[in-house]
């Protein structure tokens, strides 16, 4: 069984900084593609960065320049380091990761969220 285990949230003051881990565990062929994805209250689920196995990362636009997206293949765990945080990213963040199971099958797994709070 796979499970993805988030850390790294909490509270913090505008143009702080927070990193969110997120390790993936079980059996499996390969992880692919990995990223976070957050949901405000009261929106959609939106996604905020993916990495590849090779390390190429994707930002969506609102926090490029911001946020660092990297991963640890040898660990199977993913990074979101996030600096210069501004209210709007106020969410709870969910980890995601594209994993081919040993029956060959890929499935999209999700972390249970972590709470990111910007507050004065």
């Known amino acids: 069984q796979v499970q993805l285990v988030e850390s790294g949230g909490g509270l913090v003051q505008p143009g702080g900084s927070l990193r969110l881990s997120c390790a993936a565990s079980?059996?499996?062929?390969?992880?692919?593609?990995m990223g976070w994805y957050r949901q405000a209250p009261g929106k959609q689920r939106e996604l905020v960065a993916t990495?590849?196995?090779?390390?190429?990362?994707k930002y969506a636009d609102s926090v490029k320049g911001r946020f660092t997206i990297s991963r640890d293949n040898a660990k199977n765990t993913v990074y979101l380091q996030m600096n210069s945080l501004k209210l709007e990213d106020t969410a709870v963040y969910y980890c995601?990761?594209?994993?081919?199971?040993?029956?060959?099958?890929?499935?999209?797994?999700w972390g249970q969220g972590t709470q990111v709070t910007v507050s004065s």
């Open positions: 990495i590849t196995r090779d390390s190429s990362p």
């Open positions: 995601n990761a594209q994993i081919r199971l040993r029956t060959w099958s890929e499935y999209d797994y």
């Open positions: 079980g059996s499996w062929i390969v992880v692919n593609s």
